[in-house]
């Protein structure tokens, strides 16, 4: 793989896990609402 | 890749939102499926339901041969833990085994489709199960069981395929780091091809659900304060964590690892179906304690059949349940029987060119056009303030504002090319039957016919459905 395919890659999957973080600490820390 | 993700910021993100939201809406009136959902936008308006027939149609369809599609899976999870599939080291044999186990032809692997057929009966009596006990007794459940199993098998498949190395000391640039290259350099050069961007955008639909129907009957579950914004974005995250990060990380780099930099080009070509069940029990079938990866990997993609095809089911029981007023034990009775006999014709014809009908009309058509129609309506028929507004009612976090130009402008505009571009490229020559054998046409033919006939059967149900709501009112 070269250069850019690496730099895509890790974009791209940093990307997805920060967004994947970021909604599940919003999911979880969010107070159930009856 | 970069169309892939384009499609995704552009079009499925703002397509979930759109779908979730206008789902949520829609079950504020008591309604679950699209013809009460495009009613409630605009209740002065007769015409308007009649464009969420596309929302009940489409599902049914692809549930009418996903169903049987999945009942594969099964079935090769099946002769894997026998050992059956292993020893099948080339291209030729597994082809052989595969249309053996569909009934296309009688070998030294099965006799007849009998085999095939009873896992069918058991897959559908499995989607009727979890139908009938409903959102919370039924899918909840099989999704709390499936999907954590499924992302524990799915880690191990990458985990596995990622330490692969360079498996043939004689080839050492048949390495993983160069499977990921095969996917993930970026040739600038196909930005300029249509069919590229048509290809990624198709991608989105189906791997996000957008545009079948399907998620606005789920949404129209939630309550009116519950969050669309951050729950829709949660879903995205997931999906393209199994999608992009674990998916990337599994098959093309296997492929590349054990076919090499030409053959793998050859094996991209020949689409998902062949990938799935051709290409896959080969790379399996390479790796230490074969059978056993096979297995997980069948029971997998069969765990997944399993919660798409139940969701399928949703929103015609949706319809019968909301509209009609009959119980959900009756509207499952009516769903299963109808559904069983549709599910005939697309095992015992596969081979005359009904599934792929079914899958021009119902799997790919009906998504695109029903994104597009959703889009319109709720940007420009109920309004764009109205619109974003009612996307945040609830959300615990704000849209940013570039979205607001995005999903009034960017997408519709980004849809109707899509849908033009691909009207004229595929779909035309599908309509008028190109590619068809003349042994095969009158199957085609009669399938359409059967199509047809199913859609009028939903519109005349909207309206007798319509007629009794006016009358009980």
């Known amino acids: 793989m070269n250069i850019y395919g690496w730099i895509f890659l890790i974009l791209s999957w940093s990307g997805i896990l920060t967004l994947g973080t970021f909604c599940f600490h919003r999911v979880f820390s969010k107070k159930e609402v009856k | 890749m970069i169309p892939y993700f384009v499609a995704l910021l552009l079009l499925g993100i703002p397509l979930v939102w759109i779908e979730w939201t206008l789902g949520r809406y829609g079950g504020g009136f008591e309604h679950g499926t699209a013809p009460g959902i495009f009613h409630s936008l605009l209740q002065k308006n007769r015409f308007i339901k009649y464009f969420g027939v596309i929302g009940i149609f489409g599902p049914f369809v692809i549930f009418i041969y996903y169903t049987f599609i999945a009942s594969w899976t099964l079935g090769y999870s099946f002769y894997s833990i026998k050992g059956v599939l292993a020893p099948l080291g080339d291209q030729a044999s597994i082809q052989s085994f595969l249309r053996g186990y569909q009934g296309l032809e009688q070998n030294g692997f099965f006799k007849s489709i009998a085999p095939a057929y009873m896992f069918f009966l058991i897959t559908f009596s499995l989607n009727i199960f979890v139908i009938y006990y409903g959102i919370r007794g039924g899918i909840e459940t099989l999704c709390k069981i499936a999907l954590p199993v499924l992302f524990c098998f799915g880690i191990i498949l990458a985990i596995r395929v990622l330490t692969l190395g360079a498996p043939d000391a004689a080839k050492p640039g048949w390495n993983v780091g160069n499977g990921l290259g095969?996917?993930?350099?970026?040739?600038?050069?196909?930005?300029?091809?249509?069919?590229?961007?048509?290809?990624?955008?198709?991608?989105?639909?189906?791997?996000?659900?957008?545009?079948?129907?399907?998620?606005?009957?789920?949404?129209?579950?939630?309550?009116?304060?519950?969050?669309?914004?951050?729950?829709?974005?949660?879903?995205?995250?997931?999906?393209?964590?199994?999608?992009?990060?674990?998916?990337?990380?599994?098959?093309?780099?296997?492929?590349?690892?054990?076919?090499?930099?030409?053959?793998?080009?050859?094996?991209?070509?020949?689409?998902?179906?062949?990938?799935?069940?051709?290409?896959?029990?080969?790379?399996?079938?390479?790796?230490?304690?074969?059978?056993?990866?096979?297995?997980?990997?069948?029971?997998?993609?069969?765990?997944?059949?399993?919660?798409?095809?139940?969701?399928?089911?949703?929103?015609?029981?949706?319809?019968?349940?909301?509209?009609?007023?009959?119980?959900?034990?009756?509207?499952?009775?009516?769903?299963?029987?109808?559904?069983?006999?549709?599910?005939?014709?697309?095992?015992?014809?596969?081979?005359?060119?009904?599934?792929?009908?079914?899958?021009?009309?119902?799997?790919?058509?009906?998504?695109?056009?029903?994104?597009?129609?959703?889009?319109?309506?709720?940007?420009?028929?109920?309004?764009?303030?109205?619109?974003?507004?009612?996307?945040?009612?609830?959300?615990?976090?704000?849209?940013?504002?570039?979205?607001?130009?995005?999903?009034?402008?960017?997408?519709?505009?980004?849809?109707?090319?899509?849908?033009?571009?691909?009207?004229?490229?595929?779909?035309?020559?599908?309509?008028?039957?190109?590619?068809?054998?003349?042994?095969?046409?009158?199957?085609?033919?009669?399938?359409?016919?059967?199509?047809?006939?199913?859609?009028?059967?939903?519109?005349?149900?909207?309206?007798?459905?319509?007629?009794?709501?006016?009358?009980r009112a």
């Open chain 2, 182 to 471: 095969f996917l993930w350099n970026p040739d600038f050069g196909a930005l300029k091809s249509a069919k590229v961007w048509l290809a990624a955008a198709g991608q989105i639909f189906f791997t996000l659900s957008v545009g079948i129907g399907v998620i606005l009957t789920y949404a129209s579950y939630l309550s009116k304060g519950d969050d669309v914004v951050l729950s829709g974005m949660t879903a995205v995250s997931m999906n393209e964590f199994a999608e992009v990060v674990l998916g990337s990380s599994i098959i093309i780099p296997a492929a590349f690892v054990f076919f090499g930099p030409i053959d793998i080009q050859a094996i991209a070509r020949q689409g998902a179906f062949d990938l799935g069940f051709v290409t896959m029990p080969l790379i399996l079938g390479k790796l230490p304690l074969s059978s056993i990866f096979s297995f997980l990997w069948f029971a997998l993609l069969f765990l997944a059949g399993v919660t798409s095809s139940v969701s399928l089911a949703q929103p015609a029981v949706a319809f019968l349940e909301d509209e009609f007023n009959i119980s959900r034990k009756r509207a499952v009775g009516i769903f299963a029987a109808v559904g069983f006999l549709l599910c005939q014709p697309a095992i015992f014809f596969l081979g005359r060119g009904v599934v792929n009908e079914l899958d021009f009309w119902g799997g790919t058509f009906c998504l695109v056009l029903f994104g597009t129609i959703e889009t319109i309506l709720f940007v420009w028929v109920f309004g764009m303030d109205k619109a974003w507004e009612e996307i945040h009612h609830g959300a615990d976090i704000r849209i940013p504002r570039i979205f607001k130009f995005i999903i009034k402008y960017v997408t519709p505009v980004f849809l109707l090319v899509i849908l033009g571009a691909w009207f004229f490229q595929e779909g035309l020559p599908t309509i008028f039957l190109k590619g068809v054998s003349e042994a095969d046409k009158p199957f085609v033919l009669w399938t359409r016919l059967g199509l047809i006939a199913l859609f009028s059967a939903l519109a005349i149900m909207v309206k007798i459905a319509w007629r009794k709501r006016r009358k």
